[in-house]
């Protein structure tokens, strides 16, 4: 029941539509209910995870992981502009991204 189903909190349709199809008690819905926030916050942190990973392996295989800018140190807000703090000068020596 759930592979056609979007990837959204509260599919209490679909999951008594499946448990009444397969002649199962709707009674478990409440304990499924229960868990199941639980069970989505782990399921979210391992996408996360992979989502951050995979393309750091894939980059670093094909050669375009930028190994100094990736081991280089954070300081401050993690997606703060460093660049507003470098003074003008290094500013127009700093190669240009694109």
Do not use: C, H, W
């Amino acid at each position: 029941g759930s592979a056609a189903t979007a990837g959204t909190t509260g599919a209490v349709v679909m999951l008594t539509l499946t448990l009444s199809t397969l002649g199962l008690p709707l009674e478990g819905v409440g304990l499924l209910l229960a868990i199941d926030p639980i069970l989505d916050m782990g399921r979210t942190a391992v996408n996360v995870a992979g989502q951050a990973l995979v393309p750091t392996i894939v980059a670093k295989r094909e050669g375009i992981l930028d190994r100094g800018l990736y081991d280089a140190p954070r300081d401050g807000e993690p997606f703060a502009d460093d660049s507003a703090d470098a003074p003008e000068d290094e500013l127009e020596a700093a190669p240009t991204r694109a």
